[in-house]
């Protein structure tokens, strides 16, 4: 559901786009509308990017065009995130998210274990962790694929404690953490109970917070 509604915004989005461009192209484009419609069409592809991505860095190279030059090249680096989306290419659904965005993924986890739901909030909270141990990765210059296939995170979370982002105590913490998500994303439901996964959840919190991506 998150990847449709990402295609959806963007589509929205671009469709109102082309239907400016396309109206305008006879009596000419109005840098005001242009300049906002260019906001937008950045503003969407931040939302939906990671850090240091090829997206962001695309967006980069038009910010010192006009309006009606930079609303062009903003629909050029939009659709070719959008085509990626849809031909999955990206790594990972939460990956596609700005680390903003992370709280609500925990908040959600969070509403589901006050209802007694341990399991997803479980799977939630463990995905939010990996995409988090990533972006960390990007962040602090740590590879984050092997011979183009992507590291696994319990490597990544060594990896980041050889790169001395944490240390090893920090490093076996979330090794243990994500022994819990992958009991719960392979069905291993009597392996952990709602308590661990109310300290699962204040740890991942906790550890976002001291260690920001």
């Given amino acids: 559901?998150?990847?449709?509604?990402m295609l959806k915004q963007l589509n929205d989005l671009l469709s109102k786009t082309e239907k400016f461009?396309?109206?305008e192209r006879e009596s000419g484009i109005s840098s005001v509308e242009a300049g906002i419609l260019a906001n937008r069409l950045e503003a969407s592809v931040t939302r939906l990017s990671m850090n240091r991505s090829v997206y962001r860095e695309q967006l980069k190279r038009g910010s010192g065009l006009s309006s009606e030059r930079r609303l062009i090249h903003n629909l050029e680096v939009t659709l070719t995130l959008r085509d990626d989306i849809q031909a999955g290419w990206t790594e990972t659904v939460v990956e596609l998210v700005h680390a903003d965005t992370y709280s609500d993924y925990l908040e959600m986890a969070d509403a589901l274990l006050g209802k007694g739901y341990k399991d997803p909030?479980?799977?939630i909270t463990g995905t939010s962790l990996e995409v988090h141990v990533r972006a960390l990765c990007v962040k602090n210059g740590v590879t984050t694929a092997v011979a183009g296939r992507p590291k696994k995170a319990t490597t990544m979370n060594a990896d980041l404690k050889k790169a001395d982002v944490y240390d090893g105590l920090q490093e076996k913490e979330v090794t243990?953490?994500?022994?819990l998500r992958n009991s719960a994303a392979h069905g291993d439901y009597g392996a952990y109970d709602h308590a661990q996964v109310r300290r699962f959840l204040d740890g991942v919190q906790a550890f976002m917070k001291k260690y920001p991506a």
């Fill in 176 to 179: 243990a953490w994500m022994g």
């Fill in 1 to 5: 559901m998150v990847v449709e509604d």
């Fill in 21 to 23: 461009i396309g109206k």
């Fill in 121 to 123: 909030a479980a799977v």
